[in-house]
T-cell receptor, first 105, second 114 residues
């Protein structure tokens, strides 16, 4: 969605649809806090991934994925970008409009 | 994560002058860097891909003679906005590839042309 909100301490689940993704294209998630450069969160190909920031759940058909912030804090308020990395050697990242997440106290 | 810096963080210049923005990868070498532009309330727009030791590749619609890119070393890429005009005022962000899967962004440079 364009925007969503969640309560502080709760899990934030951000969906992304990428129905035309190709077999060797990765799904990346970045976020941008106001007036800063984007911050890398996580990426995956087909298996679910987890790191210290978030979990990435990719459906078996790879047509959609969900970014999960397990315990959202106020500092997680940002615009979140789901990106399918371009399938060439340049590794370009093309940004869409993102999802604005507001974490409520 | 890896660190990418930009200098300056903000700059104000007069219309018609040129401005150079530096992007450095501080703790890794980057053969490929990218330059983005972001207008208020909009997403990042990729301007060009900067390759160390070769000419930059510009996205469609980006004037290569206006936005000069030089990637002279594995840790430094520069973007020069030539003959800047008020419509060039924007937030310029660079990023650098570390290996095949990781790309890190700088903090951005806010350019205001008066």
């Amino acid at each position: 969605p364009t925007s969503m909100d969640c309560a502080e301490g709760r899990a934030a689940n951000l969906p992304c649809n990428h129905s035309t993704i190709s077999g060797n294209e990765y799904v990346y998630w970045y976020r941008q806090i106001h007036s800063q450069g984007p911050q890398y969160i996580i990426h995956g190909l087909k298996n679910n991934e987890t790191n210290e920031m978030a979990s990435l759940i990719i459906t078996e058909d790879r047509k959609s994925s969900t970014l999960i912030l397990p315990h959202a804090t106020l500092r997680d308020t940002a615009v979140y970008y789901c990106i399918v990395r371009v399938r060439d050697s340049s590794y370009k990242l093309i940004f869409g409009s993102g999802t604005r997440l507001l974490v409520r106290p | 994560g890896a660190v990418v810096s930009q200098h300056p963080s903000w700059v104000i210049c007069k219309s018609g002058t040129s401005v150079k923005i530096e992007c450095r990868s501080l703790d890794f070498q980057a053969t490929t860097m990218f330059w983005y532009r972001q207008f208020p309330k909009q997403s990042l727009m990729l301007m060009a891909t900067s390759n160390e030791g070769s000419k930059a590749t510009y996205e469609q619609g980006v004037e290569k003679d206006k936005f000069l890119i030089n990637h002279a070393s594995l840790t430094l890429s520069t973007l020069t906005v030539t003959s800047a005009h008020p419509e060039d005022s924007s937030f310029y962000i660079c990023s650098a590839n570390r290996g095949a899967y990781e790309q890190y962004f700088g903090p951005g440079t806010r350019l205001t042309v008066t």
